[in-house]
């Protein structure tokens, strides 16, 4: 069975930091490009990051550059998002999404596979 399951999302204060998990089972995210998106309530769903499958060229909408970095462990089968100088704004539902690719896309429509997500709150 095909699986996505993140993991990290909490409750932080503006300023700290986060490291969401991406964790798939029942497939090999060698060969798959994984992107990191995200919905605010009353908002669409935003592309925040993405790392490809051939070349690990990312990709970060402007709104998280600098402050948030994805990576890949394929031995771990694990993509993960390190999120710092968090922000109220980043508040969100983060999910994690896969699609047979050598490049990634930030659009939700090319993605095949999804996890739950993960609930990431940034209060005081």
């Known amino acids: 069975q095909v699986q996505l399951v993140e993991s990290g999302g909490g409750l932080v204060q503006p300023g700290g930091s986060l490291r969401l998990s991406c964790a798939a089972s029942?497939?090999?995210?060698?060969?798959?490009?994984i992107g990191w998106f995200r919905q605010a309530p009353g908002k669409d769903l935003e592309g925040v990051s993405c790392i490809s499958s051939g070349d690990g060229s990312t990709y970060y909408a402007d709104s998280v550059k600098g402050r948030f970095t994805i990576s890949r462990d394929n031995a771990k089968n694990t993509v993960y998002l390190q999120m710092n100088s968090l922000k109220p704004e980043d508040t969100a539902v983060y999910y994690c999404a896969a699609e047979r690719d050598y490049y990634c896309s930030p659009r939700p429509d090319e993605y095949d596979y999804w996890g739950q997500g993960t609930q990431v709150t940034v209060s005081s």
């Open positions: 029942g497939f090999t995210l060698d060969y798959y490009a």
